[in-house]
C-alpha cells in the first residue's frame, strides 16, 4: 500500500493538463489518397502508400503472411502508422510476429519501422530498442534509403521475434515486488521521461486491478511490462515505436541477465533484388506555409 501512495505522490508531481486523445484509426485508401505535401525540391516525398505497397510487396517475398492490418494518423493524415499482424506458425501462444512503420508528411518525425510482438490476450506491443533506430529524413536518397530498411529489418525478422519471446520469458522469470514497480514506473516518469503524468496513471491503476490476464504472477516483470506498455496505447503515431523500442531496452539492461546483452542482434543486408523507387522532388516555388501541425 505504501508503495502505492509512493506512485500516487509521482502522479500529483509536476502534473500537467495535456492529456491524450485516442489514436484515430482510418483506412488504407485514407491513407493511399491522402495529399502531398509541398515542402520545396529538398524535401523527398515519400508516400504513405509507397510504404504500404514496399511492405506487402517485401513481406510476401519473405513468405512472412499478414493476418491483420491497422492503420492510424491524424486528421489530415500528415503522420501515419501501420501496424501488421504476421502468420509465423510459432508454437508460442503468447507472443505474435508485428511489423510497424511511421511515415511523416509534415516533418514531424523520420521514418521510422520495425520488427515487433504483440500480446494475443491484448495487443500489447513490443519493439526491441534496436529495430527502430533507422529512422530517415525525407531528405536525399530517402525513397531508396527507405526500401532498404524495410528490406533490412524483415531479413532479421524470425532472429527478432524469437529474441523477444526470449525475453518475454526471462522477464515472467523475474520477480518485481509492488514497490520495485512504483520506483520503476517513477523513473520511467521523471528520469526517462518515457511516460506521462496520466500514463503513469493508467499504470497505477492497471497495478491495482489488471484489465488482462496475463498468466503470471503480479510480482513480476512481465506483469509490469504488459501495465506499461498497455500505458502506451494512448501515444500518438509519431512518438509509439520510439517509446516501446526505449522502454524494451530499458526493461532489457534493468532487470535481464547481461548474457542477454551480447550479440543480440547482427542486421543482415537486405536483398539485392528488391526495387528501388525513383526519387520524387517538388519544386521549391509550391512550399506551403501553412503546414499543418496534428493533435490527435
Not at 105 to 122: L, N, P
Not at 208 to 220: I, M, Q, W
Not at 243 to 272: G, I, T, W, Y
Request: with cysteine; charged share 25%.
Amino acid at each position: 500500500m505504501d508503495s502505492l501512495i509512493y506512485l500516487n505522490n509521482f502522479i500529483n508531481f509536476e502534473r500537467k493538463n495535456m492529456g491524450h486523445s485516442k489514436p484515430t484509426q482510418v483506412s488504407k485508401t485514407y491513407l493511399e489518397t491522402a495529399p502531398l505535401p509541398n515542402h520545396g525540391k529538398t524535401y523527398t516525398v515519400v508516400s504513405h502508400k509507397e510504404v504500404m505497397d514496399h511492405t506487402k510487396k517485401l513481406l510476401d517475398q519473405h513468405n512472412l503472411k499478414i493476418t491483420k492490418s491497422v492503420f492510424r494518423s491524424n486528421l489530415n493524415a500528415n503522420v501515419a502508422q501501420g501496424i501488421y499482424h504476421i502468420n509465423t506458425n510459432s508454437s508460442d501462444s503468447e507472443l505474435g510476429m508485428m511489423f510497424a512503420w511511421t511515415n511523416s508528411y509534415d516533418k514531424s518525425t523520420r521514418f521510422q519501422c520495425g520488427i515487433g510482438a504483440y500480446v494475443f490476450v491484448c495487443n500489447n506491443g513490443m519493439i526491441k530498442g534496436d529495430m527502430a533506430n533507422y529512422g530517415r529524413k525525407h531528405t536525399g536518397t530517402a525513397n531508396a534509403d527507405i526500401a532498404l530498411t524495410i528490406a533490412r529489418q524483415l531479413g532479421q525478422a524470425k532472429h527478432s521475434y524469437t529474441q523477444l519471446i526470449q525475453d518475454k520469458d526471462e522477464m515472467k522469470n523475474v520477480s518485481l515486488s509492488t514497490k520495485e514497480q512504483a520506483e520503476f514506473a517513477g523513473r520511467l516518469f521523471i528520469d526517462e521521461k518515457l511516460i506521462d503524468s496520466q500514463q503513469l496513471s493508467i499504470v497505477k491503476s492497471e497495478m491495482s486491478d489488471p484489465s488482462y490476464n496475463y498468466g503470471v504472477d503480479p510480482d513480476t516483470a512481465w506483469m509490469f511490462y504488459n501495465h506499461v506498455t498497455h500505458a502506451f496505447k494512448v501515444n500518438h503515431p509519431r512518438t509509439w515505436m520510439e517509446k516501446q523500442s526505449k522502454f524494451h531496452e530499458f526493461m532489457v539492461a534493468e532487470l535481464l541477465s547481461n548474457s542477454q546483452l551480447k550479440n543480440r542482434d547482427q542486421v543482415k543486408e537486405p536483398e539485392e533484388d528488391i526495387d528501388i523507387p525513383q526519387e520524387i522532388e517538388l519544386d521549391e516555388s509550391t512550399f506551403d506555409q501553412a503546414a499543418n501541425i496534428f493533435d490527435l
